[in-house]
Structure formats: C-alpha cells, structure tokens
Antibody, heavy 124, light 108 residues
C-alpha cells in the first residue's frame, strides 16, 4: 500500500534551518507529484510547494519562495524540504502529501496520501 | 493561506444530514476537494473533482457545487464523522492552490 513516512520531530532556534524528509513506498515514486504543506496550531493548512519527482521541477508558494527548497533522491524514493531562517511563527506540523495527478500532467493538489506529519517547534 | 471561506463549526444530530460549505472565487473555475482530519492525524481525502470518492470512502459523503460555493454533504452522520473538514482548490491568481480554514463538525 502507498506510504509516506516523514522524519521525526524537530526543535529549532530562530535563524536556524530545518530539513524534513518524506520517504515514499508502495507506488512508482516518479509517477506523482509530492507537495509540502504545514498546519500551525488551530489554523488551516498552508501550501508550501511541490516537486515533480520525475524531473526535479519545483514550484513554491510566494510566501516561502526565498526560504524553502524541495529536493528529491530517486535512489531512495525520498523527498526533502529545507526551510531556512526559521522564525517562531514557523512552529507547525509539516506534512508531505502525494498528488493524485500524474507527473505527465499538471498538479491539481488532490492529496490522496499523506505523511504522518512532523512537529516542528521554533523557540529561543 | 486560507482563501476559501468555511464556517468554523457546525453540529449535527446522529443519523441526520449536514452540509458543509466552502466559498471562494476560485470555485467558479475549479472544483473543490474535501478532506477529513481527526485530532493528531493526517487529513484523509473524501471527495475530489466532480463528486468523486476515493476507494474506501463511505457513500454517505458526497459533494456538490454551485457558482462560487462547494458543499460537502454527510447523509446520516455517524459518531466517527466528528472531525475537522476542509476544502482546497486550484487558483488562477497568486499561489496556484487555496485552502479553507476548516469546519469542525460535532455529532450530537
């Protein structure tokens, strides 16, 4: 079955960088987009960006475009998200999610499988 | 970024029907997708596109749309349906996707 397994919880200082990984299994890794989203306490979901695992193309939300980088390693079917210059308001649960859309088409943000979430706390 | 509007909370009696709405300009051009999220868990896709349910989702969940508003209908709500429900869609201005802030459903 499809599984997305994320790396563990992180505690960071303001100004530091964060790396969260998402390892996929149970399907053809290069066949579908992976998105990153986050959910702050008592708030809705916020889209951060996506990667096409087939060719490495990425697109980021305007809010994060200068702080976020998403990469993939096809040899270990893993997508990683790096968020730099962390601030306290980056405290959130970070999710990776698989887009139902094939990488030969455009990503429609129909998330049919999710990672378990990674709790990130940013505090001095 | 939450640019789709949802009521913060609704309640429904056990076995009754509840409609959860999602409103925004993007819905005039794109379908809404609906997710259920229980505390401490990742969201689960319920409805996508024009009222499509992934395998394993009960048929008491359905979707509809009209103009700038999409709706998720739970027909015959069960105790296990108590959760947060949120919508998302594509968008043609700014970022390519928008989300609702979610509606908390309480089953009485």
């Amino acid at each position: 079955q499809v599984q997305l397994v994320q790396s563990g919880a992180e505690v960071k200082k303001p100004g530091a960088s964060l790396k969260v990984s998402c390892t996929a299994s149970g399907y053809t890794f290069t066949g579908q987009y992976i998105h990153w989203l986050r959910q702050a306490p008592e708030r809705g979901l916020e889209w951060m960006g996506w990667i096409n695992p087939n060719n490495g193309d990425t697109k980021y939300a305007q809010k994060f475009h200068d702080r976020v980088t998403v990469t993939r390693d096809t040899s270990i079917t893993t997508v990683s998200m790096i968020l730099s210059s962390l601030r306290p308001d980056d405290t959130a649960v970070y999710f990776c999610a698989r887009d139902r859309s094939d990488t030969r088409t455009i990503p429609l943000a129909i998330y049919d499988s999710w990672g378990q979430g990674t709790q990130v706390s940013v505090s001095s | 970024s939450s640019e789709l509007s949802q009521d913060p909370a609704v309640s429904v009696a056990l076995g009754q029907t509840v409609k959860i709405t999602c409103q925004g300009d993007s819905l005039r051009s794109y379908y809404a997708n609906w997710y259920q999220q229980k505390p401490g868990q990742a969201p689960v896709l319920l409805i996508f596109g024009k009222n499509n349910r992934p395998s394993g989702i009960p048929d008491r969940f359905s979707g509809s749309d009209s103009g700038d508003t999409a709706s998720l209908i739970i027909t015959g709500a069960q105790a296990e349906d108590e959760a947060d429900y949120f919508c998302n869609s594509r968008d043609s201005s700014g970022d390519p996707y928008v989300f609702g802030a979610g509606t908390k459903v309480t089953v009485l």
